[in-house]
């Protein structure tokens, strides 16, 4: 599977942003997919997983009710609405893909990544 993510960009504090993931191969909707972030000198952190029906999403608790995580099998894609931005959502955001299906809170679930996408916050 291979994972581009765009969507990424400069915006003000409060705006909005949906990111999308396209995924390439017929398999896609037998994959649990994630969004995760990396800030500059910090570690790569979990955002959002959706199972591969869509029937399960989670979330990190510093973007619930804020980011939704949606996926469209039809069209290999798993999108990431995010909401009421802050500076602190400064950070590459990082599409990904595990093939278990259930979707999953762990970095260390997913097989393969997308290369990134630069969302920035300015206050």
């Known amino acids: 599977v291979q994972l581009q993510a765009s969507g990424g960009g400069l915006v003000q504090a409060g705006a909005s942003l949906r990111l999308s993931c396209a995924a390439s191969?017929?398999?896609?909707?037998?994959?649990?997919m994630g969004w995760f972030r990396q800030a500059p000198g910090k570690e790569r952190e979990f955002q959002a997983a959706i199972s591969m029906s869509g029937g399960h999403t989670y979330y990190a608790d510093s973007v619930k009710g804020r980011f939704t995580i949606s996926r469209d099998n039809a069209k290999n894609t798993v999108y990431l609405q995010m909401n009421s931005l802050k500076p602190e959502d400064t950070a590459v955001y990082y599409c990904?893909?595990?093939?278990?299906?259930?979707?999953?809170?762990?970095?260390?679930?997913?097989?393969?990544w997308g290369q990134g996408t630069q969302v920035t916050v300015s206050s």
């Open positions: 191969g017929r398999t896609f909707s037998s994959y649990g």
């Open positions: 990904a893909a595990e093939h278990v299906g259930l979707g999953s809170t762990l970095l260390t679930s997913y097989d393969y």
